[in-house]
Structure formats: C-alpha cells, structure tokens
C-alpha cells in the first residue's frame, strides 16, 4: 500500500488548505482511512477518519466544525478541507489507510484501526 500526501505549505490564521492522498496497491474503496497529524515536540494525534463509503466520520475535539474529510473511491483519494486555521494546526499531516471498512475507536486502540501510513506534508499556520 502507497500513500501519497499533497497540499501541505504555509497559510496565515483564519487561511484554508486543502490536503490530498493518493492511494495505491490495494481496492481503496475497501478500507476506512484518515488523517493524523503530528505537532512540532508532540507525539501523533489523529485528525479525522471516514469509514469505506463516506457514511461515517470522525472529527478530533480541537478540529470539529473546521475541518471535512472526504473521499472519492473512483479517484481512489482521499482529502481533508482546513478551515479556519489556527496556528497549533501546525503540525505534519500523515495520510492513513486501516485493515477494515471502519475505524475503530475504541481506547485499546491508539492507531484507531490504521495500518498504513504515508510519508506526510507539512502545514504551517502564521500568526
């Protein structure tokens, strides 16, 4: 599995990004997959996650009403539509794929069901 993430870079406070992620290697459409992000000096945080088909989702606290995840199966991509930023946004974004058709969000688990991982982009919010 292959995952390629794009649209990382510099934005000022209150600006949007949009990142994408191009998967490859496996029936994307088949998987749950996501986004997390790693702070500078924090450990890794997921961001949000989506089930197979788009019909469930999964927003972290700090990003909920700001940010959308999305995918197109037929693309066999993935995204994620920042609004709002702030700067503790900063951080690398990692793309994610799991081993099912959904997440999974319980405590036990503190990659919330993803196995694979990309190289991510890095996104950084001025004041």
């Known amino acids: 599995v292959q995952l390629q993430a794009f649209g990382g870079g510099l934005v000022q406070a209150g600006g949007s990004l949009r990142l994408s992620c191009a998967a490859s290697g496996r029936t994307f459409s088949n998987y749950a997959t996501g986004w997390f992000r790693q702070p500078p000096g924090k450990e890794r945080e997921p961001v949000a996650l989506?089930?197979?088909?788009?019909?469930?989702?999964y927003y972290s606290e700090s990003v909920k009403g700001r940010f959308t995840i999305s995918r197109d199966n037929a693309k066999n991509t993935l995204y994620l539509q920042m609004d709002s930023l702030k700067p503790e946004d900063t951080a690398v974004y990692y793309c994610?794929?799991?081993?099912?058709?959904?997440?999974?969000?319980?405590?036990?688990?503190?990659?919330?069901?993803?196995?694979?991982w990309g190289k991510g982009t890095q996104v950084t919010v001025s004041s």
């Open positions: 989506i089930n197979w088909n788009g019909s469930s989702r």
């Open positions: 994610t794929q799991g081993g099912r058709t959904y997440y999974n969000l319980s405590s036990r688990d503190r990659d919330y069901g993803m196995d694979y």
